[in-house]
């Protein structure tokens, strides 16, 4: 608890410097576009409040704080949805399973917890959408409230599932997880934006660029060497390739997820603009990596 509480602290001067640095940054060239920085910073106060409560305290209180971040986070890609009115009943079924999979990982069940999104539920949403009116939209509606269930439930829940397979060293891995993603991510976008020339996915995703994924990869195993020490039982060799893992992963879901969002709001510009301020659409990432990441540390370490 005593390294959580050192690191959290580190944390949040870190996060204090880089506000106020990025707040004098604004107010002396008040003429350029600050508006993707800003939605960084408000991720970063945001998931750093939640994951404070998500590492901090016991297994209940950080399911919580996960659960409403899996709900916000559902919500929004709901709001991305062309949806019709006989998808209402599905969307409310979509809301009841979050609690369900959380309970799984309460009472530490992993078969189910495991299954219970890809399979389970696969099996049994179409049937909110079939006793509804009408088979106009059934494919659309159900396969993309499924993949929203993958995403924005089941990838995040496995942050919540770290702290009860491994009271001792759950929470530092959750934050030590969660600290590699976001310097990833934030690595990749400034080196794509700032350096970056030969743009790897233009059509998909215009930031993205060879030389971003590089020099996040770069970044993110670095910060992974020197960090893992600190906050996991890991050896160097591991601590090194938990960076490299997580950013290719990460960055993976980066990518896919701004694809799902660009084909989710084709034609619709006022929504678009309007999720560029939520910052719950910023954990694409972590969607991807948490299961990842999580498996991978079970099947190589016992204390998982």
Request: charged share 10%; glycine share 6%.
């Amino acid at each position: 608890m005593q390294s959580t509480i050192w690191t959290l602290s580190i944390i949040l001067v870190i996060l204090s410097i880089a506000h106020s640095l990025f707040l004098f940054i604004k107010r002396k060239y008040p003429n350029k576009d600050y508006s993707v920085l800003s939605v960084r910073i408000k991720t970063w106060w945001g998931m750093f409040g939640v994951f404070c409560l998500a590492s901090l305290f016991n297994p209940i209180v950080s399911s919580l704080s996960l659960m409403a971040l899996c709900f916000f986070a559902l919500k929004e890609y709901f709001s991305m949805m062309r949806t019709r009115k006989a998808d209402r009943r599905i969307f409310l079924w979509a809301y009841i399973v979050i609690p369900i999979q959380f309970y799984w990982i309460l009472i530490e069940w992993y078969g189910m917890f495991i299954v219970f999104i890809p399979v389970y539920v696969f099996l049994l949403l179409p049937l909110p959408r079939i006793i509804g009116k009408g088979t106009v939209g059934f494919l659309r509606s159900v396969s993309s409230t499924q993949w929203g269930l993958m995403l924005m439930v089941f990838g995040l829940s496995h942050l919540a599932y770290f702290q009860v397979a491994s009271p001792e060293f759950g929470a530092n891995l959750v934050i030590f997880l969660v600290l590699l993603t976001q310097v990833n991510d934030v690595a990749q976008y400034l080196i794509s934006v700032y350096v970056g020339k030969r743009k790897i996915v233009p059509s998909s995703n215009p930031f993205i660029t060879i030389e971003g994924v590089i020099g996040s990869l770069v970044i993110t195993s670095a910060t992974a060497y020197f960090t893992f020490s600190y906050l996991t039982p890991f050896d160097s060799m591991f601590g090194l390739l938990s960076g490299v893992l997580i950013s290719i992963s990460g960055g993976l879901g980066s990518l896919t997820i701004s694809v799902l969002k660009r084909d989710l709001l084709i034609g619709d510009g006022v929504k678009n603009y309007d999720l560029k301020e939520s910052y719950l659409s910023r954990v694409d990432s972590l969607a991807y990596t948490s299961p990842v990441y999580l498996h991978v540390v079970r099947y190589f370490f016992d204390f998982m």
